[in-house]
Structure formats: C-alpha cells, structure tokens
C-alpha cells in the first residue's frame, strides 16, 4: 500500500522534557487514521513536525514521500490542516472566510466562487454565508474552519479534535463531511479523545502515551487483544438473587447495578445457557440480554496505564 504520511524516528525535546520519542508509523493513502492519547502524551507536537510547523529535533516527516522539513511547500500543497482551535477570521463573513484560503492557494476566481459556494451548501452555511463569523456559534465557526481548510481539496487533511466541544447537530455533520471527503479519496489523519468517533471513523489507530508509540492497529484486532473476558448483561422482570444458580467455574465477577446483573465471565456461551434454564425454572422474564465485548475505550485504558 502507498504510504500518504510517514513518521520516521521523529524526536522532540522542550527543555529536559522529551515530548515525542523516536516515534516511527505510516498512514496509508485512503485511511482515516486515528491518533489517540492521553493529555500529554505528545499529539499535538507529533502534529506539529508531521505539518511543517515545529522542526523535529531529530527524524523525518514525510507527505506523499516529501520532507515536509526540507520542501515545505511542495510538501503543503497536499495538505489541510484542521486545529483544534480553529483558525478563522472573525472580522470576515463565512464566505469571505473561505475565499481568503482558497487565494492562499493561487485557486482562479471563478473556480474558487464554484467551490466556495458549494462548501458553503455541504456545511449548511448558505443561509448565513454573509454573516460575520464573531457572531456564530462554536459549531458554525468550527463548520467554517474546516470548509476553509478544504477549499484547495487537500489529498490529505490533518484534523485536530473537529467534535470537541460542538452540538450534536455540528458533531454529525462534521463526521458525515469526514466520511464523504474520504471516499473521494482524502487521507484523514485524526486527533480525537472521543473513542466512539475513533471507533465509528477510523480504518486504524495509533495510541500514543509519554510521547512514544504504545499500540498501533485495527480497532477490532485492538479490542480483541484485549477481550480475554467479556460481560453478560440481563434482568428479569422479578426481582431474584441469580448468582446461587450460576456455573461458577466461569464466572469472573458478578455485580447487580440497579434492576441488570453484570456477569463477568470467560465463557459466555454457558452463561447464558444457565441463565435461560434460571429463567424457565424460576417463570422469569428475561427482558435484557446482552453481552458487553471489550471497547476502544477498555483498549486505551489499558496501554496507557501500562505505560505508567
């Protein structure tokens, strides 16, 4: 597979403190690649060197094959870059706002009204297009930093945290538009503490803790390396004391949280054999069952607090 981003060795120390530490990975052309960690961790200086905006102190950043380092405007032709905190003006309308970036890019003035006007439609800014961006909302502004940063149509866009913070009307249109760009053949690399969007966008993911890579893969394959025990969750329509009745030879923990049991367990499948036989001989209703597999979440969790 063609590699759109390289990280090679990549060092970077303030002061004493070693932010990122001889961290090396790919993102593939066509991923949405999700690069996680905790507060700290070096995200956002691994970002930084990967764009062109901090000098590694030592390694390589490499875009489509190119030290972004040593050709850094060749290299950012092929870029976008989404910050967390956007980058707008607010003294310009939205549309304004898009146009200025497009003339960043030596875009001809009828092609940049073209895409310009139809950025404005996808982000559902067409209504407010002549508005003066100080009096939108967090969402709308983030809905124009992200319009501005696709005017030049990027092939691959750096995206930090673009939901955070956002209402859930901005949050869902945001992924859409991620997920649309990326099928007409954007790289996505993605900076996210959100674990369910990680999890609902990202092809693969990287976990990074104290500046070096701790994880790096699927999802799935992520969540199965840790998946050694799963929960059964069920309740019953009375009110009963299940765990005399249980096979406790695969039973791990049980707990009762309000009116649902969550059984932990290496075994499932006989879990909830028992339990249905539970339910037939005490006339029970069984009105939840589900088995709880192992998160993003649990994932993350667990390579970082090994890191510590």
Do not use: W
């Not at 809905?143 to 092939?155: G, T």
């Not at 799935?220 to 096979?247: C, G, H, Q, W, Y």
């Amino acid at each position: 597979m063609e590699k759109a981003i390289e990280a090679i060795s990549l060092t970077k120390k303030f002061n004493l403190n070693i932010a990122v530490n001889n961290l090396s990975f790919s993102v593939y052309k066509g991923e949405i690649f999700g690069f996680l960690g905790p507060n700290g961790a070096g995200k956002t200086t691994t970002l930084r060197m990967l764009t062109g905006l901090l000098i590694p102190d030592k390694g390589q950043s490499l875009i489509n094959g190119i030290d972004i380092s040593k050709e850094p405007i060749r290299a950012k032709l092929d870029i976008g870059v989404i910050p967390e905190m956007g980058n707008i003006y607010l003294d310009l309308t939205a549309k304004q706002n898009i146009i200025l970036a497009g003339k960043f890019y030596g875009i001809n003035s009828s092609e940049l009204i073209s895409r310009t006007e139809n950025l404005l439609k996808i982000f559902q800014l067409q209504d407010r297009e002549n508005d003066i961006a100080k009096n939108f909302s967090k969402g709308m502004k983030q809905r124009i930093n992200i319009a501005s940063a696709l005017v030049h149509e990027p092939k691959i866009l750096f995206i930090d945290e673009p939901t955070s913070g956002l209402d859930v009307i901005s949050q869902r249109l945001i992924k859409k538009v991620i997920r649309d760009i990326n099928k007409k053949g954007s790289t996505i690399f993605l900076t996210t503490h959100d674990m369910e969007e990680a999890n609902n966008l990202c092809n693969r993911v990287a976990i990074i803790n104290k500046g070096s890579l701790v994880a790096i893969d699927k999802p799935e394959i992520l969540r199965l390396s840790i998946e050694a025990k799963k929960t059964v969750v069920i309740s019953f329509d009375k009110d009963i004391d299940i765990s005399p009745f249980l096979n406790k030879e695969h039973i791990l923990g049980i707990e009762k949280v309000a009116d649902k049991f969550n059984i932990q367990t290496d075994n499932p499948d006989i879990i909830i054999k028992d339990l249905v036989d539970i339910a037939k001989k005490y006339d029970l209703k069984i009105t939840m069952l589900e088995i709880l597999k192992a998160s993003l979440e649990d994932v993350f969790l667990k390579f970082t607090r090994e890191k510590d």
